[in-house]
């Protein structure tokens, strides 16, 4: 049995709401984990969670958003300085790749008591290609190309997976515009998903809405959950179709879908 867990459940910028940024873990059976983006609240989130720099091992970075890649600095070092730790392995698409190091990263861990040091010296590094996928714990997870930023000359690069857990198959957006033209076959293919929904009454246009997401037929809606949204008054998710708002510290056991999954077919 795999479980994913939301160490936090709110936006970027979440704060005293006893919530922390929407990074998730997946722990398997046998306890291995997988980090589902790897934001500036990290190591808070962890501790609430009973856990440490210690558990991190693979780590799956979806995009360069500091709520997505600011803990890393955290990561790096914890486990550079101690002994009882191995490279963390990070997984994430060329594009982002090309810019982790150089633009997100170097600033803060370039410089080491005698030395210089480079990505190599911290992680090891698995860049996937486009259209592409990686395997971990003989899981696939398939990036999803998403519309999170365009700034008018191109877009951002940011993935969101799809992946299938106790033969539920599961569609993750981490950071997103509503694309459901783009991406029709993964929402329409899972058997649940979780995609980020902004709350906030000044919205912005890098991210779904509430609103938005409320006018999807409810064949979509009704296998949703909602995450990423700000602190303070949430609507009645469950009223309007969804399957609800994911709260921090929640933790997904997809077996029981599945058993659901097939009284349904045989019924």
Not at 89 to 113: A, P, Q
Request: charged share 20%; glycine share 8%.
């Amino acid at each position: 049995m795999t479980k994913l867990i939301f160490l936090g459940s709110g936006s970027a910028f979440t704060v005293g709401a006893n919530n922390f940024q929407s990074n998730m873990i997946l722990v398997t059976e046998e306890n291995h984990k997988l980090l589902i983006d790897c934001g500036t609240d990290i190591r808070l989130s962890l501790y609430a969670a009973g856990l440490s720099y210690l558990d991190i091992t693979d780590i799956y970075i979806s995009h360069l958003h500091s709520d997505h890649v600011g803990g890393l600095e955290y990561i790096a070092f914890s486990t550079l300085f101690d002994p009882r730790c191995q490279k963390p392995n990070i997984y994430l698409s060329k594009d982002v790749s090309s810019n982790l190091w150089e633009r997100t990263l170097s600033g803060g861990l370039r410089f080491l008591d005698g030395d210089i040091a480079s990505i190599d010296t911290f992680f090891e590094e698995h860049k996937i290609n486009q259209h592409g996928h990686f395997t971990w714990q003989d899981i696939k997870f398939d990036l999803v190309k998403v519309n999170h930023v365009d700034n008018g000359f191109y877009l951002m690069p940011s993935y969101g997976l799809f992946f299938t857990l106790e033969g539920v198959k599961i569609f993750l957006s981490t950071d997103t515009q509503l694309c459901l033209d783009k991406n029709k076959e993964y929402y329409e293919q899972s058997d649940i998903i979780f995609h980020d929904c902004e709350t906030s009454c000044c919205q912005t246009p890098v991210h779904a809405n509430y609103e938005q997401l409320s006018t999807l037929p409810p064949k979509i809606k009704n296998k949703m959950w909602l995450y990423g949204y700000q602190p303070g008054f949430l609507p009645d998710a469950k009223k309007d179709g969804f399957c609800g708002f994911v709260e921090c510290g929640q933790v997904f056991d997809f077996s029981s879908l599945y058993q659901q999954k097939l009284v349904e077919k045989i019924s």
